[in-house]
């Protein structure tokens, strides 16, 4: 690597090579890879100790490789995680391949595994008694028309007031929270149908609550995969959040609370309704096509097709799909399905997603259209206590962007409140 002589510039920000390295999301070493082949800059930093480089020429390289712009200063530019790894299409957990622990366990041995990183065969959570009266009592009292993340956000609030050891944010008390927090939120919702079950998977409780339709063991083994594949999925929009909660150091209750108020938005854990919709209308009218067609033409996104991170179909639809292909209520929605996105190819190539998965299973088995955003909240709660785990194990506060200010530049006159009365532009106070 050739450094440009002469002396720095003291009128733009200056970045180490290690902060470079962040912002462009590669090691040092491949700065200096850039710095040789004259896409980057540098200059000698002051005592011959390193280099330093432009902030905003390393951020427009950044935004060429297609790498994201991270904040210019302040907080972390990257977090370290052991928790999912998602790469060729392929989404892992802890180095294990999420689909292939799906097909053999039940959610909450995958959620144990994702919190400690040891597989406990047959682990069943349940609710505290005491916890679970409380958060019934509070969503008793909504509204009759409130929707499942409604309910959802009330019960984690009355479970929290229900903890006093709550501020407690060693990892058994942050574990031992969870694994009551989570089989409370599924026993705060309303039971459909016939009894809810006392025992067994908590695929099997949360059935009664999502149709009045009595399970079968095909059904719950969709239910319970789709449990465990929508546990993590790195650091999308809702865990995010919660990491920033957690960087806070608020306890893990505020956490979820944070990733749910995130995942209520229709482009995260509420795609799954649109998608719901699209297939009950494709069902319906007997054919995909004049509904995919009716998308296209108001120039509306297909929902439940493609994928920001996969190129291809989304591995854990593909799990789905096998598993619904057993369940013999699902042919006739699963066949919409499968029209939808060979409609759908003829205009773009887009692929399958674990949304209109989910809406196979809720459209063919009696569910709303929100069920299958309860069950994305209800399996995340577990991969943001995952991801608050190890945010409680950094500096607190890290996650501190800097904002890009865009406002007049100061000093600017103070403001009139109004109340007296109006000069006009010729006055002489």
């Known amino acids: 690597m050739t450094d440009q002589p002469g002396p720095e510039r003291h009128d733009a920000p200056r970045l180490t ?7 462009l999301g590669v090691k ?18 002051a005592g011959g100790r390193g280099s330093t480089f432009d902030a905003e020429e390393v951020r427009t390289l950044a935004r060429r490789s297609g790498r ?75 509204p ?18 229900t903890d006093p050891l709550r501020f407690d944010l060693s990892p058994e008390a942050v574990l031992n929270s969870a694994r009551g927090l989570i089989p409370t939120l599924v026993g705060a919702l309303p039971v459909l149908g016939g009894p809810a079950a006392e025992e067994g998977p908590l695929a099997a409780d949360l059935w ?42 608020a306890h893990p209750y505020a956490v979820v609370s944070a990733g749910l108020g995130v995942l209520e938005g229709p482009l995260h854990g509420a795609a799954s309704g649109l998608a719901h919709r699209l297939l009950r209308e494709a069902v319906d009218r007997g054919s995909a096509v004049p509904v995919v067609a009716d998308h296209l033409r108001t120039g509306r996104r297909v929902p439940g097709l493609g994928h920001r991170i996969y190129r291809g179909e989304d591995p854990r639809a593909t799990v789905l799909f096998e598993l619904l292909a057993e369940v013999p209520q699902a042919a006739g929605a699963l066949a919409a399905a499968r029209e939808a996105v060979a409609t759908t190819a003829r205009h773009a190539p887009l692929h399958a997603n674990i949304d209109l998965a989910l809406a196979v299973l809720s459209v063919s088995r009696g569910m709303a259209a929100d069920a299958g955003e309860t069950v994305f909240a209800v399996s995340r709660t577990a991969g943001w206590i995952a991801h608050a785990l190890e945010e409680y194990g950094e500096r607190p506060l890290r996650i501190r962007p800097s904002g890009q200010y865009t406002g007049p530049r100061p000093p600017q006159p103070l403001p009139r409140d109004g109340s007296g009365p109006d000069q006009g532009p010729g006055s002489a106070n």
């Open 17 to 23: 090579t290690r902060q470079a390295a962040e912002v």
């Open 28 to 45: 040092p070493e491949t700065v200096y890879a850039y710095v040789s082949r004259g896409q980057l800059s540098s200059v000698r930093a």
């Open 68 to 142: 994201r712009d991270p904040s210019p200063a302040g907080g972390d530019l990257a977090f370290r995680t052991g928790i999912t790894l998602i790469e060729d299409d392929r989404c892992h957990f802890r180095g294990v391949d999420a689909t292939e622990l799906a097909r053999r366990y039940g959610y909450e041995e995958v959620a144990e595994w994702l919190w400690t990183g040891e597989l406990r065969p047959g682990t069943r959570f349940a609710a505290p008694a005491g916890t679970l009266a409380a958060a019934r009592r509070a969503v008793d009292a909504l």
């Open 144 to 161: 009759a028309h409130s929707g499942s993340t409604d309910r959802l956000r009330v019960a984690v609030t009355a479970a929290a007031a």
């Open 208 to 249: 009664s609550r999502l149709t009045p339709e009595p399970a079968d063991a095909p059904s719950l083994a969709v239910l319970d995969a789709a449990l465990a594949l929508l546990i993590d999925h790195d650091l999308a929009a809702s865990t995010l959040a919660a990491r920033v909660a957690a960087s806070a150091r």
